[in-house]
Structure formats: C-alpha cells, structure tokens
C-alpha cells in the first residue's frame, strides 16, 4: 500500500517538473539560456571578496587575529573541530 503512494507521489513530481519545464521553454527561458541576474547578486560577489580578504589577513598574522577577537576564535575552532569528527566519523 504505501509503495503505490509512494509511486503515485512520484508520478506527481515527475509531472510537476514536466509542466515546469513547459512553462519555462514558453517564456523563452531554456535551460541553456542566461537567467536574468537575480537582485543582489553582485553585491554577493563583493561580499565573497571582501570574506576571502578578511580571511587572508586572519591568516597572514594569526596571534593578532586571536587576540582582537578570542571568542569568535574559540568558536571557530570549536565548529571546526566538530565538523573534522564528524567527517572522520
């Protein structure tokens, strides 16, 4: 019983990404198209520069680093150190 619920979920889906995929070839927009720039975007570009910046300069003079901020140094370490067990575990 639940197997054929399971089924008909499916078939469901498969008809909801048929009927998207319609819509999306109707208004000009294929896969292989550029999509239109969503808002924000470059501002996301220039947020991931200025992240790489501050962790290179993190980086380059780390006691300095740990001592202006020792909490979030800690905090890094320790989400670090659980990421690390978890994918040795």
């Not at 819509?23 to 975007?41: H, L, N, V, Y």
């Not at 300095?64 to 320790?78: C, E, N, W, Y």
Request: no cysteine.
């Amino acid at each position: 019983m639940a197997e054929t619920d399971l089924r008909a979920e499916i078939e469901a889906l498969r008809g909801e990404i048929a009927a998207l995929r319609a819509e999306q070839a109707a208004t000009g927009r294929a896969s292989g198209a550029k999509a239109e720039s969503a808002p924000g975007t470059a501002d996301f570009g220039e947020e991931l520069r200025t992240l790489a910046d501050e962790i290179l300069a993190f980086a380059e003079d780390p006691e300095k680093g740990i001592a202006s901020r020792p909490f979030a140094s800690v905090l890094g370490a320790l989400i670090l150190g659980i990421l690390i067990g978890r994918v040795i575990h």
